[in-house]
């Protein structure tokens, strides 16, 4: 089993930026933040391999995100700047241990997720 607690959301003004944290209590082979706007469905924000540190951004994000990982502090980041209110969303950092679980793109754990509002 691994948890996964993430810190770092809040409300800022469009323009502005915000870091978001997850630590994990274990070994991970992938992670990924993910991001659900109420009324619509989960959507991938960037992910990313622990050991080749290889990333992955959804488009909307792309030249304004950057998912990071700390190997030391088993800890995923997301840097998030330029934000738009359209990133208001429940952020959820996600993990799994398997390669093939990885390569498949199913994430086997996953935080309570953490608030991120941005006004216009």
């Known amino acids: 089993q691994v948890q996964l607690v993430e810190s770092g959301g809040g409300s800022v003004q469009a323009g502005g930026s915000l870091r978001l944290s997850c630590a994990a209590s274990g070994y991970t082979y992938c992670m990924g933040w993910f991001r659900q706007a109420s009324g619509e469905e989960r959507e991938k924000v960037a992910t990313l391999y622990t050991g080749s540190l290889s990333t992955d951004y959804n488009d909307s994000v792309k030249g304004r995100f950057t998912i990071s990982h700390d190997n030391a502090k088993s800890t995923l980041s997301l840097q998030m700047n330029s934000l738009k209110a359209e990133d208001t969303a429940m952020y959820f950092c996600?993990?799994?241990?398997?390669?093939?679980?990885?390569?498949?793109?199913?994430?086997?754990?996953w935080g309570q997720g953490t608030q991120v509002t941005v006004s216009s």
């Open positions: 996600a993990a799994s241990v398997g390669v093939t679980q990885c390569l498949h793109g199913r994430y086997n754990y």
